[in-house]
């Protein structure tokens, strides 16, 4: 039975002034859904299922209970690859999810924590369901005619539509429902899967007249989740044919950078109209792209968007036709020089008398369109028997030209440019100049250049700095000419200090401002080649050692300690350079308490305080020192208490019998009461929302605060239905303490059966607690059980009133429970109150169960369940209903509290 509970909720308070010890807890959880929910499919033993459809919210909550407050972690998996979620956790009770999609579907993971025992976990799997509108191709059989559909050819209707559940089809011919057999010309084939999804084939035979008609495919999921049918149309007439299309351009198109380019497909043939798109091999359109009809326009076309652009047309007859051309932006792209032969890699020098080969390669598109031209200082050079260009060489790469220089003269000396440019112009010119002159041709071996030499000067490796110190590392360089100097690591694969892997230096010095720990290491001076020759490199490597002082634990710690006992401080030290660290010294306040050389086979130093008095609460400071400087550990000493943590499990107000007033009963623990001295008073901070005031009071506290130990107060007075902002602050001898803030919200809810249709008469809903333990005095059993009150208000008014029973079902009893207290028919327009003492003798549940009389007019409502520890006292005289405020809770020794809801016939 599924008696309708309009509200329920998460209850638990402590019967007031009672200390409970134990109160620490580690987490439960348990996953609550709200939300467009199709179906919720409760508990098995694999897992729990949430339906919902796709566009709806989807919201989770994690009901968790636990001391201190766990901490709550959603997380997912077995999501799609384009699910991000799955990547990142969500830290909050609930989890929202607007307008969800299909890919978002999977299981959802909650995990609450609060540092005692193992972590809770509780999952549940969000199916999303969908229905895409069905898709209607149609094809004919192989050989036949292509260009239309006519007698006696075999045609083949397509129908696939992507859901979740499977879907379901049906087809239609105008109004007439085809199936199998139902017509000699007809054939449906059963259902098979492609990659577009399942697919529903119907086969028309040997084209007759009649079959020139509107046909529908309807795609069904049966109307789950509220999905609705989808369907699509196809007219098929004797006309219909598949796609052709025709582009009104070049292939390929060949354009500069900045023009505009418009591409133009149009279709000679198709039936229906084809519906024209167009694609690219980049993945995607250009963001600037224009689409209008068949026409592409492409304005202010750049390099990267050349490629590959395709027309498709597709009209759902036979396969989509598509027509490409290649679009070819022109470019140079910066070439380089080499010489040959290489003189400091092929042991041979260049000497006058000797042939030289200057050879220069660029890139272009398109390479055919790329032209070469040479200069000598200034002046255009032609091929001659001395002079040889040669402005393609098959035995070298695409894109190169030659300068071969027979028999080098001093009269060849200049400068020699090799230009590149494109045919048709359009695109600026590329020219790179290479200096040949007397003074790079040394008098005595007449050679071509003077080769690079590196040294590293003397004192200058290994280098050492402090840190934070501007410093120069240096190689000396020479040669005609000179080259420029790469530095780059030489011991790791790692970034320089400007982030690039290499940095470049004209006077062969690197300068590092402000230099750090991580730069420490061995760094490569490298020659690079200059004005386009090929020269071996050479290299030098330079030591840089980086000193900093000691790197310390704790950088900062906070400690608190009561007055008359010992402190003990340790300042440790992780890494250092120099290794050897010298000395230490410990400062209270700038106050020098101690000093000493540093021990060499220990890695810390230790200051003690023997006895805490108020002069001793303060910053301490250890100072760790070596040549470069020293390493800080920091202790701030107080007496301060920690915070006090509140009770969450504490969801409701207070009712206290005023319309306009209600109560809250504060609820909390105290964080390592005793690291400090004792707490003896909390102070009380409260203040309405919105308000800027503050009331406080102080509460005494008698005796020493256990660790877990459960405190308690009532705050009363507090106007219905605002919210109030409470802190609590603990007081020592040392002063205040960290405070913590919660917000006290007023809420208030009262539970009911729902008696209206297709309710019938004796259906039955129950509310049942969780298991209370009643944990024996001996170990041989209960003798003397303990006595509970169990009570709530009730609220039975109508002619069709049925019954309302309290009933206690104990653990290990086969019977099943009896009443314990039983009330039936009309009760009056009124709230009343019901107690009844119980007296279990093993765990036990108490369950209130509400019986559907013989009509609609017999609505049982309760609220305000408690359980107090002892025997009944005299019920209270009944109260009005306008008196009693909507709230509900439960008052339960040192435990929460859970109602719910159970379905079924006794």
Known sequence: MDLILAFWGLLALIVEGVRCQGVYAPPTVRIIHSGHACNVEEERHTERVYTIREGETLELTCLVTGHPRPQIRWTKTAGSISDRFQDSSVFNETLHISKILRTQGGRYYCKAENGLGSPAIKSIRVDVYYLDDPVVTVHQSTGEAKEQFYYEKTVFLRCVANSNPPVRYSWHRGREVLTQGS??????????????????????????????ANYSCIASVRNVCGIPDRSVIFQLTDKTASPLIKLLVEDPIVVNPGQTVSLVCITTAGEPPPILTWVSSNDSLPQRSVVKGGTLTLPAISSEEAGVYSCVASNNVGNPAKKSTTIVVRALKKGRFWITPDPYHNDDNIQIGREVKISCQVEATPPEELIFSWLKNGRALRSSERMVITQTDPDISPGTTNLDIIDLKFTDFGTYTCVAALKGGGIPEISID??????????LFFSFLVPPSLTVPRGKSPLVAREGETVELECLVSGKPKPIILWSRADKEAPMPDGSMQMESYDGVLRIVNVSREMTGSYRCQTSQYNGFNVKPREAVVELIVQYPPTVEPVHTEVRQGLGRPVVMTCRVLRAHPSRVLRFEWLLSNRLLHAGAFDPLKDETEYTIRSLNREGWGEYTCNVINEAGAGKCTFQVTGKAYAPEFYYDTYSPLWQNRPRVYGFKLQWTQMNPSAVDRIVAYRLGIRQMG?????????????NIGKGELMTHNLTELIKPESYEVRLTPITRFGEGDSTVRIVTYSGFYMYIETSRPRKEGDQARLVSPLFNVAPKNPYGITNPPAYCFGFFYHMYGKHIGSLNALLKQKGQMTSEAPVWSLSGNQGDRWKQ?????HPTSSFQVVLEGVRGPGIEGDIAIDDITLEEGECRDPPPNISANALSTSSHIWLLCAALVLTLLEGQR
């Open 183 to 212: 017509d000699k010309g007809v054939e449906i084939y059963e259902p098979f899967f492609t990659q577009q999804g399942e697919t529903k084939i119907l086969k028309l035979k040997n084209l007759r007249p009649q079959d020139y």
């Open 434 to 443: 290479v200096n040949i002159s007397s003074t790079t041709v040394p008098p």
């Open 691 to 703: 308000l800027q005031r503050w009331w406080e009071q102080e509460i005494p506290v008698e005796g």
């Open 834 to 838: 019901a107690k009844v003492s119980i």
